[in-house]
């Protein structure tokens, strides 16, 4: 993990600490960051909840092992890949599979945040609109997965 990574940690810190902040900014850090993705059986590990699945993305090792920890699981491993990639491959190839995918970054920490399928986050081909997000959201049931 290089420092792009930890400048992202320190700002999505930031951003939990003073409620403010430039999003447009932390996606593009998030886009320039190599990020750790956890693998467990050979799938990213994701979870499904407001009729979207949310892939995992860590800021760092110790993000990681604290989210593992706290699911009273053993820590996956934790795959580097680019915020980018992230957002512009994998996504998409996800969501072929079955609707929208977005992103949870460091889950389960204060500083934690979520990059929903949104268009200007995700490529606009699996991207949902503003009504149809809420609508996911409302109607959805939360179940975990991997």
């Not at 699981?73 to 512009?88: F, K």
């Amino acid at each position: 993990m290089g420092a792009d990574a930890s400048r992202l940690g320190l700002r999505l810190t930031d951003l939990a600490e003073s409620g403010q902040g430039d999003l447009r900014a932390v996606v593009g850090e998030f886009r320039r960051s190599e990020v750790l993705v956890p693998v467990v059986d050979g799938s990213l590990l994701s979870v499904e909840a407001g009729g979207i699945r949310w892939l995992f993305a860590f800021t760092d090792e110790a993000a990681l092992e604290r989210f593992a920890q706290a699911r009273g699981e053993a820590v996956p491993e934790g795959m580097p890949v680019y915020g980018a990639r992230l957002l512009d491959q994998v996504v998409p190839r996800v969501a072929k599979s079955g609707g929208p995918v977005g992103i949870a970054v460091d889950a389960g920490s204060a500083a934690g945040m979520v990059l929903p399928p949104v268009p200007g986050i995700v490529p606009d081909a699996v991207a949902l609109e503003a009504a149809a997000l809420e609508a996911a959201e409302t109607d959805g049931e939360g179940t975990a997965g991997a």
